[in-house]
Antibody
């Protein structure tokens, strides 16, 4: 069974960098899928942040204006998200997910981690 | 980017009734590139439908998807108590992936 689990700080100060990791179990991260991140502000809808392939190929949402970087560690079967210069508007539940290679539906999701941006 | 507009915002129905949810795209989306998700409070979204009409693994056949071009529909033939939730459509054919704003199906 594919399982994803996010980890990282739940509180980040404004202007600092949000860093999260998604550990994947039950499936090799080097297989033919992309691995992605979404976020959901409290009480609001879903936003796609971006995705990464095990080769390091990435695709980011341009609305995040160059603040996003994703990386992948195949030896640990995990991938990571960095979001710089955060503001209160970045407060959200962040979830990682498995994204199809040719068809990008998200079929396995982590439970999510609430990250609050506040001083 | 492709904007997805879902309607209605809220649907108030009773168990056993039929639910029809709409997702309209700002430009044409290939049927291969449209998915639907269900999200319950405090939970991650669950994939229901991919490729506009294909049920994901383990999804009951009371859930069905249809549509093409700019208009897509999710139908729940007979609502069960566990079906009440928020539903999102997603297009993944044009980067960036985008989601609709959601339709809440609530118990009347």
């Amino acid at each position: 069974q594919v399982q994803l689990q996010e980890s990282g700080p739940g509180l980040v100060k404004p202007s600092e960098t949000l860093s999260l990791t998604c550990a994947v179990s039950g499936y090799s991260i080097t297989s033919d899928y992309y691995w992605g991140w979404t976020r959901q502000p409290p009480g609001k809808g879903l936003q796609w942040i971006g995705s990464i392939y095990h080769t390091g190929n990435t695709d980011y949402n341009p609305s995040l204006k160059g603040r996003v970087t994703m990386s992948i560690d195949t030896s640990k079967n995990q991938f990571s998200l960095r979001l710089t210069s955060v503001t209160a508007a970045d407060t959200a539940v962040y979830r990682c997910a498995r994204r199809g290679f040719n068809y990008g539906y998200l079929d396995y999701w982590g439970q999510g981690i609430l990250v609050t941006v506040s001083s | 980017e492709i904007v997805l507009t879902q309607s209605p915002g809220t649907l108030s129905l009773s168990p056993g009734e039929r639910a029809t949810l709409s997702c309209r795209a700002s430009q044409s989306v290939s049927s291969w590139h449209l998915a639907w998700y269900q999200q319950k409070p405090g939970q991650a979204p669950r994939l229901l439908i991919y490729g506009a009409s294909n049920r994901a693994t383990g999804i009951p056949d009371r859930f069905s998807g249809s549509g093409s071009g700019t208009d897509f529909t999710l139908t729940i033939s007979r609502l069960e108590p566990e079906d009440f939730a928020v539903f999102y459509c997603q297009q993944y054919g044009s980067s960036p992936d985008t989601f609709g704003q959601g339709t809440k199906v609530e118990i009347k």
